[in-house]
């Protein structure tokens, strides 16, 4: 099929989530063109199955914000009519699916574009429920030709919030269990971990529904009874918060900020344990991908997560906020290696039995079948 993928190309589960499916279906034989306003960063840009088309937003002195939405729209409705493609897939409903259903409409006259929106949480339960964004949410996903959404958890609470009727199929995040693997024993010597001691990681963008500084006094309690060293990854607001706690609890020396990186399945399967402890999770990305390294979770028991991790099995859940309950948690794992050993592999056997790409890909190759033909 020849798709066109819109998302938001930074750092984040959605834009992640939308680059990696390109990936996985231009592997798998099909032509993918990425409509975004910025290259993809994880993109692989000399795959030969995969364009990249910039958007444009022309600037004009009465425009004082530039309609980016309309851009994206007219050079969806393009690059649809110029490769001929079958169908738009939109990551994050505000503003993609109003601009793929304009895309739609232009070309309306001359062919069939339908669209598929994936929702991926915040575009639901944050962005999309803000009462000036309501309506307009509501109707991208009621004209959506597809919605799809990346948890049970989430699409419940679509229906719930906005009324909709129509179907919202749920299909899951997935990871590519060849490249998210277990590092091989004694192989994880790192500079960013020092004198060998247990590392914790935290993986996020960085906004306050992440609740970055729990890792801070996570680290604090664990630090009382473990030597451990923090990895934080990503960048956003709540970045200086967390350094300014880490200097105020005296453990700014056990943490290491590493930004923005790339290739995060490089340094996941350094960590021991995984640390998320958001206020809400729709899915849980980074507790996936630590999975598939064999890298446990302790997080927080809301949203999606609990349909990703069997508690007590192949990782924790506690309350949000709960930071005596998340740390001992992780204290358990850090210093019992068997009870470690145990919950790491059955977290990579989750990721491997559930949430392959072999498993997960099908089901939106299926899905665009059922739209395309409808
Ligand atoms: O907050 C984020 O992690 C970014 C956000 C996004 O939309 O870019 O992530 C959401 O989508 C991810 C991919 O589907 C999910 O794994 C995350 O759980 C979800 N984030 C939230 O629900 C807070």
Do not use: W
Request: proline share 7%; charged share 20%; glycine share 8%.
């Amino acid at each position: 099929m020849r798709i066109g993928i819109t998302c938001y190309p930074t750092y984040g589960g959605s834009g992640i989530v939308a680059t990696e499916l390109g990936l996985e279906l231009a592997n798998r034989g099909h032509e993918i063109h990425f409509i975004t306003y910025d290259s993809p960063i994880r993109l692989d840009p000399g795959h030969p199955q995969i364009l990249y088309h910039e958007v444009e937003v022309p600037t004009y002195p009465l425009f004082h914000f530039p309609p980016y939405t309309l851009a994206l729209a007219s050079r969806m409705a393009e690059v649809a009519e110029r490769y001929a493609l079958d169908l738009l897939h939109v990551h994050y409903a505000i503003p993609h699916s109003i601009s793929a259903m304009l895309a739609r409409d232009m070309l309306a006259p001359r062919r069939r574009l339908p669209f598929v929106t994936t929702l991926h949480g915040t575009d639901i339960t944050f962005v999309g429920a803000e009462p000036s964004y309501f309506p307009i949410t509501k109707l991208g996903i009621e004209r959506s030709d597809g919605v799809t959404s990346v948890s049970e958890y989430l699409s419940r609470r679509t229906i719930e919030v906005f009324g909709v009727s129509q179907e919202i199929r749920v299909i899951r995040n997935f990871v590519n269990c060849e490249i998210y693997r277990p590092a091989r024993k004694g192989k994880r010597e790192s500079p960013f971990i020092p004198d060998g001691k247990k590392a914790l990681m935290h993986l996020s963008n960085f906004r306050p529904v992440k609740r970055v500084q729990d890792c801070i006094r996570i680290l604090a309690e664990v630090l009382k009874a473990v030597p451990a060293h923090l990895l934080m990854v990503g960048d956003g607001p709540e970045r200086g918060p967390a350094e300014q706690l880490a200097r105020a609890l005296g453990v700014e020396r056990h943490v290491s900020f590493l930004g923005k990186q790339n290739h995060v399945e490089r340094l996941i399967p350094l960590a021991d344990v995984m640390l998320l402890p958001s206020q809400l999770e729709s899915f849980g990305l980074a507790v996936l991908e630590g999975m598939a390294c064999g890298v446990p979770a302790v997080a927080t028991n809301v949203g999606g997560l609990t349909e990703l991790v069997s508690h007590g099995v192949d990782g924790y859940l506690e309350p949000v906020g709960d930071i005596a309950a998340q740390s001992a948690r992780v204290i358990e794992l850090l210093t019992n290696e068997e009870l470690h050993e145990r919950v790491a592999a059955a977290a990579r056997y989750t990721a491997i039995s559930r949430f392959c790409t072999s498993l997960v890909i099908p089901l939106y190759e299926e899905y665009y079948r059922q739209v395309c033909g409808a």
